[in-house]
């Protein structure tokens, strides 16, 4: 229920109107991952354009001046976001009616929609508890706005739930007091989680765009830093890590319908690797044996199994905790030795049970081995409060987040030797804010 507690105030910002950010939306306190990841690829894009700071809408929304260069960068490139979007109204409305009746005129003379023209498209809704409707009518409504609004521009609306040309998104967003139902379209087609590359996975396996968090929280120099999960599964972060590392693109800009519109049109066709001279050493290992084909799996699905990534990706069937930096220069002679980042989801004891029993002992035994990696970082979700105590380190970096619907928190330790040194000191200011 909306409650205006102040007459003036609300008589200032309560109504609705055309909106025109870039939307980025991820995970509980993903602001500040995101917003730099952004700034990366805008910069080594072809594009020429400063990116502006972004508004934050709580921890999980980043919003932006719209830039058709810029979005069509973070549609086809960002990796730690969950959602791309570009919003299109809004409205302080929580009742069906009034409701349609703001967003039809707006969508009608909104000149970014085509005209004459029959589209297709789909609405999600979520997080719109306090609507007075419930989901389905409140997306019910959106529709019937839109194909009223679509008529008015002389042209066609149909719903379709497969493959529409545009998805709409329908969130509440606001302090209380300027709540407003926002009306969004998807430019990032889908959940950005849903990279289309996994063909295997594990009992437990780690959202891509959290394992893209984790890499970049430990920040992560893949030119001069090899990089090792021990605890790998199927794969999920050596994969996000070497995507990263290469620049992949997450969606191609044919698979992006939201790209046709017009303020797009002059874009490039193709997303190329924005690093693709950058070949990272990376190990992903495991104590399960039949890991070894998710992980090769994965791999070749996403394009790194070519001679560019040989040898450079190395997969093994081994006990994280036999681990030792003559091992590793072994299995990876080639790779710089004095530093190094460990990135890894351990078991947590709630998916695999079984595990549960001995997992602080787990936990204690990868600190130890870790410490012998003298000048090395190692970067860590996880969703067990036992891990930081057993894992016997001091963090220089804790940030909460969820994983797989459990509170978990990314933990960054700096392992010791003279290149963590300065390192640690600007990352003991960011414990205390993260
Ligand atoms: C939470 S899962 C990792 C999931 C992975 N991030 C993914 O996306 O598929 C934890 C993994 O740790 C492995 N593991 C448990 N104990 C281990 C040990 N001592 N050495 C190496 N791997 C271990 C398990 O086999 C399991 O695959």
């Known amino acids: 229920?909306?409650?205006?507690?102040?007459?003036?105030?609300?008589?200032?910002?309560?109504?609705?109107?055309?909106?025109?950010?870039?939307?980025?939306?991820?995970?509980?306190?993903?602001?500040?991952?995101?917003?730099?990841?952004?700034?990366?690829?805008?910069?080594?894009?072809?594009?020429?354009?400063?990116?502006?700071?972004?508004?934050?809408?709580?921890?999980?929304?980043?919003?932006?001046?719209?830039?058709?260069?810029?979005?069509?960068?973070?549609?086809?490139?960002?990796?730690?976001?969950?959602?791309?979007?570009?919003?299109?109204?809004?409205?302080?409305?929580?009742?069906?009616?009034?409701?349609?009746?703001?967003?039809?005129?707006?969508?009608?003379?909104?000149?970014?929609?085509?005209?004459?023209?029959?589209?297709?498209?789909?609405?999600?809704?979520?997080g719109a508890e306090d609507f007075e409707a419930g989901p389905l009518q409140l997306r019910g409504a959106v529709k019937s706005a839109f194909e009223q609004a679509m008529q008015k521009r002389g042209g066609q609306a149909v719903v379709q739930s497969k493959d529409p040309e545009w998805e709409m998104l329908v969130r509440r967003v606001g302090q209380e007091g300027d709540r407003r139902t926002l009306l969004i379209l998807?430019?990032?087609?889908?959940?950005?989680?849903?990279?289309?590359?996994?063909?295997?996975?594990?009992?437990?396996?780690?959202?891509?765009?959290?394992?893209?968090?984790?890499?970049?929280?430990?920040?992560?120099?893949?030119?001069?830093?090899?990089?090792?999960?021990?605890?790998?599964?199927?794969?999920?972060?050596?994969?996000?890590?070497?995507?990263?590392a290469r620049g992949f693109a997450v969606r191609k800009p044919?698979?992006?319908?939201?790209?046709?519109?017009?303020?797009?049109?002059?874009?490039?066709?193709?997303?190329?690797?924005?690093?693709?001279?950058?070949?990272?050493?990376?190990?992903?290992?495991?104590?399960?044996?039949?890991?070894?084909?998710?992980?090769?799996?994965?791999?070749?699905?996403?394009?790194?199994?070519?001679?560019?990534?040989?040898?450079?990706?190395?997969?093994?069937?081994?006990?994280?905790t036999d681990l030792t930096p003559e091992l590793f220069a072994e299995i990876l002679p080639d790779a710089p030795k004095e530093r190094g980042v460990f990135a890894f989801n351990p078991p947590y004891g709630h998916r695999l049970q079984a595990d549960s029993g001995g997992l602080p002992r787990l936990y204690r035994d990868l600190g130890r081995t870790f410490k012998r990696f003298d000048g090395w970082r190692a970067a860590v979700v996880v969703a067990n409060e036992e891990f930081k105590e057993s894992f016997g380190a001091r963090p220089s970096l804790v940030k909460p987040t969820s994983a797989a619907g459990l509170r978990a928190e990314f933990i960054v330790y700096d392992l010791g030797g003279t290149q963590n040194r300065g390192r640690s000191e600007s990352r003991r200011s960011k414990t205390k804010r993260a």
Not at 193 to 219: C, I
């Open 186 to 244: 998807d430019l990032g087609r889908g959940p950005r989680h849903l990279r289309g590359q996994r063909v295997a996975q594990g009992p437990a396996p780690l959202r891509e765009t959290l394992a893209a968090q984790l890499v970049l929280l430990a920040n992560w120099m893949p030119h001069l830093e090899p990089l090792v999960d021990p605890t790998a599964g199927s794969g999920t972060i050596a994969v996000e890590a070497a995507l990263l």
């Open 1 to 126: 229920m909306l409650t205006v507690t102040d007459p003036q105030k609300s008589a200032k910002t309560i109504s609705a109107r055309t909106e025109s950010a870039l939307r980025l939306s991820g995970t509980v306190g993903a602001n500040k991952v995101m917003e730099s990841e952004l700034l990366r690829l805008v910069k080594r894009s072809p594009f020429h354009v400063r990116l502006p700071k972004p508004a934050r809408q709580g921890s999980m929304a980043l919003r932006y001046p719209f830039d058709p260069e810029v979005a069509w960068v973070a549609a086809c490139y960002h990796r730690s976001s969950s959602r791309i979007g570009w919003e299109l109204a809004s409205s302080p409305a929580v009742r069906l009616e009034p409701l349609v009746a703001d967003l039809v005129p707006l969508l009608a003379a909104d000149e970014r929609l085509p005209s004459g023209r029959s589209v297709t498209f789909t609405v999600e809704v979520k």
């Open 254 to 320: 044919s698979d992006l319908p939201a790209l046709r519109w017009p303020a797009f049109a002059g874009l490039p066709p193709q997303a190329p690797p924005l690093y693709s001279d950058t070949r990272p050493f990376i190990l992903a290992s495991d104590v399960n044996e039949e890991c070894i084909a998710w992980m090769i799996g994965n791999l070749r699905a996403s394009g790194l199994t070519g001679r560019d990534t040989e040898h450079a990706i190395v997969v093994r069937s081994m006990n994280a």
